[in-house]
C-alpha cells in the first residue's frame, strides 16, 4: 500500500464515520424501537383474535413482507410528493425502516406468544386476573425473552439495511463513502473501509446481545 | 343448605361430540367429593365448565344462593364466581416469570389491588402451609413437579376460596411426588376446605373424600357418600370401571 492511499484511509476514516453515528445508528435505533412496538401491537391483536384488527394485521404483514425495501423508500420519499406528501429525507427513512421491521418482527412476536405454555392464561383468569394483566405481566415478559435473541438479530441486520437509505438522499455512512469515493476514486479500498465500520458496528451489537441473553437467564436454572 | 348448586349442564364439542349429557352436582360446605370416571368421560370438561374455562351449552349453577344461567352468564358475573373460587390445574400452570412467592400474590396484587405487603404476607403462610416457606423466591423451573404442584395450591389457598377445584391434580406427578400433594390435600380436608377433585387416586377418593361421583359418558352413573361408594358399587358400569382401575394399581 502506497503513502497516498494510507492518506486516503486515514483521513476519510473520521469523515466516514461521523455520519455513522449521526445517521446510521440513530435511524436504526429508531426504526427500530418504534418498528417492535408496531409488531408487539400487530402480534397482540392476533393473539387477542380480534378479527377485523387480525384481518388488518396479516394484510399490513402480507404486503410489507412482500415488497422490497428499497420500493418502500422510493414509494413514500419519490412517490407520495406526487399526491402532496412530502416528508424528508431522514423521517421517510425512520418511518420505512419502522414500519417494514413491524411486519418482520411481528411475526416472531406472534410466534414468541404462541410458545408461552396455555395454561398460564387460565391460571391468571381463575385468580381474577384480566386479559391485558396477564398479556403483560405473564405473557408478553416471557414471549419478549424468547424473541430476544432473533429480534436482537434483526436489529444488527437493520444496521447494514440502512445503506439503502442513501438512495433517498440520507447523507448516511454508504452515501457519505460514495462521494469520497467520486474524488479519490480509490473504490477497493473506501468501499472495504465502510464495510469495516459496518462490521465493526454489528460486532458491538452482538456482545451486547450475549451479555443481555446472560442477563436474562431463563427464570432460574436451565 | 348447599353452596355450590350445578344442574343440568351439558356440553358439545363442535355440535357433535356430546361431552356433557345434562349433570347435577350437588357441594355443601366443607364437603370433598371425588369425581371418578375413564378418560373423555366429561369429568374434567365438567370441571372447567364449572370454573368457565369452557363455555357451557345450558344448565344453571347456584353459589351462595345466586343463581346464574350458564347459556347467558356474563363476562362482569363470571368474574364474580371466580372471586368465591379456585382452580389447581393437572399442570400446575405456574407462572414461569414470577418465582414462588410471586406466584401466590401475583392474583392478590393485580386482581384485588392488595398492598404488596399484605399479599406477601398472606402468600408466606399459604405456601408455609404446603411446606413451601424455604423456596419463595425459586422459580418454576426449579421446583420438582410435586413443588409447583403445592405452590399452586399455595396459589389457589391465598385467594381465600370458598371452594376449590383440582383437576387430576396428581395426574402429572411421578409416582414418588404425589404423596407430598395428596398429604397437602388432605391437610386441607381436615381443616374443613370444600373441595371438588376430579383424580385417578383411588386411595384419595376412598380415604378423604366424603362423597364420590363415577362419571362416565357425560351422565352421573352413580354416585353416594364414599365409603358406601366403595364398599357397595351399585351399577354394573361402576362395578366394571373400579375393577379395571384397581387391577391396574395391582400392576
Known amino acids: 500500500m502506497n503513502e497516498r492511499l494510507l492518506n486516503i484511509l486515514i483521513q476519510s ?49 402480507w404486503i410489507i413482507r412482500g415488497t422490497p425495501l428499497l420500493v418502500q423508500l422510493f414509494v ?4 407520495l410528493p406526487k399526491v402532496g406528501i412530502l416528508i424528508d429525507a431522514f423521517p421517510a427513512a425512520v418511518m ?40 403483560r405481566r405473564i ?78 437467564g431463563s427464570y432460574g436454572r436451565r | 343448605m348447599s353452596m355450590l348448586e350445578v344442574k343440568g349442564i351439558r356440553k358439545s364439542f363442535d355440535g357433535k361430540t356430546q361431552v356433557l349429557n ?7 360446605k366443607g364437603e370433598v367429593i371425588a369425581i371418578l370416571g375413564p378418560s373423555g368421560g366429561g369429568k374434567t370438561t365438567l370441571l372447567r365448565c364449572i370454573n368457565f374455562l369452557e363455555k357451557a351449552d345450558s344448565g344453571s349453577l347456584s353459589l351462595d344462593g345466586k343463581t346464574y344461567d350458564l347459556a347467558k352468564i356474563t363476562k362482569k358475573e363470571i368474574a364474580e364466581i371466580r372471586r368465591k373460587t379456585a382452580f389447581v390445574f393437572q399442570n400446575y400452570n405456574l407462572f414461569l416469570n414470577k418465582t414462588a412467592l410471586q406466584n401466590v400474590t401475583e392474583g392478590l396484587i393485580v386482581a384485588r389491588k392488595m398492598e404488596k405487603a399484605k399479599a406477601e404476607e398472606i402468600g408466606r ?29 399455595a396459589r389457589a389457598l391465598a385467594t381465600d376460596p370458598e371452594i376449590i377445584y383440582f383437576d387430576e391434580p396428581t395426574s402429572a406427578l411421578d409416582p414418588e411426588l404425589t404423596g407430598e400433594v395428596l398429604g397437602v390435600m388432605r391437610r386441607l380436608a381436615d381443616e374443613g376446605m370444600t373441595m371438588l377433585v376430579v383424580t385417578h387416586e383411588l386411595g384419595f377418593a376412598k380415604n378423604i373424600s366424603t362423597r364420590t361421583m363415577f362419571i362416565e359418558g357425560g351422565v352421573v352413573v352413580e354416585e353416594a357418600p364414599s365409603r358406601e361408594f366403595f364398599a357397595n358399587p351399585r351399577q354394573e358400569r361402576t362395578k366394571a370401571f373400579l375393577r379395571a382401575i384397581s387391577s391396574k394399581e395391582e400392576e
Open chain 2, 22 to 28: 345434562g349433570i347435577d352436582v350437588s357441594v355443601s
Open chain 2, 125 to 153: 403462610a399459604a405456601l408455609e402451609k404446603v411446606g413451601m416457606l424455604e423456596r419463595v423466591d425459586y422459580y418454576p423451573n426449579q421446583l420438582s413437579g410435586g413443588q409447583q404442584q403445592r405452590v399452586a395450591i
Open chain 1, 139 to 216: 405473557e408478553l415478559p416471557q414471549a419478549l425473552r424468547t424473541a430476544f435473541p432473533t429480534l436482537f438479530n434483526e436489529l444488527i441486520s437493520m444496521v447494514k439495511d440502512t445503506s439503502l437509505a442513501a438512495n433517498i438522499t440520507v447523507t448516511e455512512m454508504f452515501m457519505t463513502t460514495q462521494r469520497i469515493n467520486a474524488v479519490y476514486y480509490e473504490p477497493l479500498a473506501l468501499y472495504l473501509e465502510v464495510a469495516a465500520i459496518y462490521l465493526l458496528f454489528s460486532t458491538v451489537l452482538t456482545k451486547l446481545q450475549s451479555i443481555g441473553e446472560k442477563k436474562l
Open chain 1, 76 to 79: 413514500v420519499f419519490y412517490g
Open chain 1, 13 to 61: 476514516f473520521p469523515k466516514i464515520l461521523l455520519p455513522g453515528l449521526m445517521y446510521t445508528i440513530p435511524l436504526t435505533v429508531l426504526a427500530f424501537a418504534i418498528g417492535l412496538v408496531i409488531a408487539i401491537l400487530t402480534a397482540l391483536v392476533q393473539f387477542a383474535n380480534i378479527r377485523v384488527l387480525k384481518q388488518i394485521a396479516r394484510i399490513y404483514i
Open chain 1, 96 to 135: 420505512v425502516f419502522a414500519i417494514n421491521e413491524g411486519a418482520y418482527a411481528a411475526e416472531t412476536m406472534r410466534a414468541a406468544l404462541e410458545a408461552v405454555p396455555a395454561g398460564q392464561m387460565e391460571a391468571g383468569y381463575c385468580v381474577g386476573m384480566s386479559w391485558w394483566q396477564i398479556v
